[in-house]
């Protein structure tokens, strides 16, 4: 959750299928060297659908959770980082020094042009998983242990249940850590 994810499409259009809880379409998407599948949500595959996302491209998918109320939602948000046709203008996935144009697009398909320099910054959370992480230069030196103690809380939550506050478990391994 909210842990944007570099994928590049090995194929431009997905399988589909449907069964007992609705349709799917699966994607497979090599993410830091290694090829996966993905059962992309129906927002995720029309966003790919009308920019002409196609096989090679690259995109960082970020899976978003909006609580509205006592109520949690799920939302994606699509950035297209590479493509292999000239229709839309992006990065190419690398940095050279000067920011280039991202076309970041929202669940409702409107699109925004940010500046970014390729792969975020190409930090991983060191699940192994490739998942880029967003960080500014300048950070503490306790950060990256904060991060790894967040990672495994979330990573406990998921393997224990949803009834574990993250936020606690979190802190609590953080605490362990850097204090002898």
């Known amino acids: 959750m909210n842990i944007p994810t570099t994928v590049k499409l090995l194929q431009t259009n997905p399988a589909t299928g449907?069964?007992?809880y609705g349709k799917w379409w699966l994607y497979n998407v090599e993410c830091g060297g290694t090829e996966y599948s993905y059962f992309a949500p129906e927002k995720v595959v029309n966003i790919l659908n009308e920019n002409n996302v196609?096989?090679?491209?690259e995109v960082?998918?970020?899976?978003?959770?909006?609580?509205?109320?006592?109520?949690?939602?799920?939302?994606?948000?699509?950035h297209i980082l590479e493509t292999t046709h000239a229709e839309?203008?992006?990065?190419n996935g690398r940095s050279n020094g000067h920011?280039?144009?991202?076309?970041?697009?929202?669940?409702?398909?409107?699109?925004?042009e940010s500046a970014a320099n390729g792969k975020v910054n190409g930090h991983t959370n060191g699940n192994g998983n490739g998942q880029v992480v967003n960080s500014a230069p300048g950070l503490s030196k306790d950060y990256p242990v904060m991060l790894q103690c967040m990672t495994e809380a979330m990573l406990l939550r998921d393997e224990l249940g949803h009834d574990v506050d993250v936020n606690k478990l979190g802190i609590t391994l953080f605490l362990r850590k850097v204090k002898p």
Do not use: C, F, R, W
């Open 18 to 20: 449907e069964n007992s």
């Open 60 to 78: 960082v998918i970020t899976k978003k959770l909006i609580k509205s109320g006592k109520k949690n939602i799920t939302d994606y948000e699509v």
């Open 99 to 112: 920011s280039n144009n991202v076309i970041d697009l929202q669940q409702n398909g409107h699109l925004t």
């Open 88 to 91: 839309i203008p992006a990065t």
């Open 54 to 57: 196609v096989q090679d491209d």
